[in-house]
């Protein structure tokens, strides 16, 4: 049996230039980190009592004769691509599906962790990262970017950019008072309502030629985030009106991106003492993050307590094996 941990992520900047139609000609750079919210992925060999093959267990269960019989898609390919059968795969996590903190492909780079070492292989994460990114982008043809991926497996509080052959992750170094504080200012609420991150990118990915500008003005505030981080004489104060700048440029990229209720949320939300901040993800609903600074924090909390607040604290692991217990396996002939 293995059991693997994946954090989820948030991203600040940059979300949009990490698009292949747009990093292929002009090069995309996101600043993210990930937190101690994670989704946790069991696999290990089903014993041959049973009238099926594999038990696939998320928000429903399958239980089906054969790989090709698999329902999810990124279970189903992912098994194809490493030749894996006759497996029991179960799915669980601190927070739900479809809420841009990218756990999909937190899923996805923690259940091909798993089966690496099911089969006694471990892998680095740069090789978890890209096979990841293959089987969602290509064989699950999932529209999207590339940093869900990176983030899940890397972890921390990183620069990633992307380059038409590749991409490179700078972890962001910085004094762990400068970033405790960074965190401190950081609120995270659940909106309530889910979306699917590829509708949403198939609709960003159609304005792109529309939006390069745009697109540029917010690959560049990566270096501006990241320049006040580093600089420790700097208001951290200008981390959050930057968040702002860039949340009001990004929810012009797509019609889908915001609506009218997000828009009451996080005019609301500045109101009450918010400097900036973002909805995350590829947009349309799930979780809102705000920079507000400390002495306003209470009455924020008070003012929202119609949404449901979910602490967090940032993390450096990035995916993990927390059990590793390989197992003997014959593979039957005829499958």
């Known amino acids: 049996m293995i059991i693997t941990k994946t954090p989820f992520r948030m991203s600040f900047f940059g979300g949009g ?5 747009f990093y292929e000609k002009y ?3 996101v600043l993210s980190s990930t937190f101690d919210k994670y989704c946790y992925v069991t696999v290990r060999h089903l014993p041959r009592f049973f009238d099926y ?7 429903r269960i399958e239980r089906v004769p054969g790989v090709d019989a698999i329902e999810h898609p990124l279970v189903r390919n992912a098994m194809k691509m490493l030749d894996m ?19 999909s492909s937190s899923f996805a780079v923690g259940l091909l962790n798993a089966f690496h070492c099911l089969k006694g292989k471990r892998k680095d994460k740069q090789t978890l990262a890209d096979e990841a990114i293959y ?13 869900d991926q990176v983030a899940a497996s890397f972890g921390g509080l990183n620069r990633i950019d992307f380059k038409a052959d590749g991409y490179t992750v700078t972890p962001v170094e910085i004094s762990e008072q400068r970033k405790k504080a960074l965190n401190d200012h950081l609120l995270l609420y659940f909106t309530g309502f889910s979306r699917f991150s590829a509708d949403i990118q198939d609709d960003t990915k159609k304005n792109i030629g529309n939006n390069t500008e745009t ?8 270096d501006e985030a990241e320049a006040i ?10 981390f959050g009106r930057l968040l702002d700048e860039s949340w009001r440029l990004k929810r012009t990229t797509g019609s889908k991106i915001s609506n009218s209720q997000i828009d009451l949320i996080y005019e609301k939300a500045l109101q009450s003492g918010a400097l900036g901040g973002k909805l995350l993800g590829a947009g349309g609903g799930g979780f809102m993050l705000f920079y507000v600074p400390q002495e306003k924090q209470e009455s924020f909390r008070k003012d929202f307590s119609d949404l449901l607040p979910v602490p967090f604290r940032f993390e450096n692991e ?12 014959e593979q039957e002939e005829a499958l």
């Open 17 to 21: 230039t990490d698009l292949k139609e």
């Open 27 to 29: 090069e995309g750079a």
């Open 53 to 59: 093959k594999n038990q696939i267990t998320y928000s």
């Open 85 to 103: 059968h006759e497996l029991i795969v179960t799915y669980d996590a601190d927070l739900p599906a479809r809420t841009g903190l990218g756990t």
């Open 135 to 147: 089987v969602e982008r290509v064989l699950c043809n999932e529209s999207g970017g590339l940093q």
């Open 215 to 222: 697109l540029l003005r917010m690959k560049a505030m990566v």
């Open 229 to 238: 981080l580093k600089d420790e004489t700097r208001d951290l104060d200008d």
């Open 318 to 329: 990035g995916t993990t094996v927390i059990y590793y217990g390989p197992e003997e396996y």
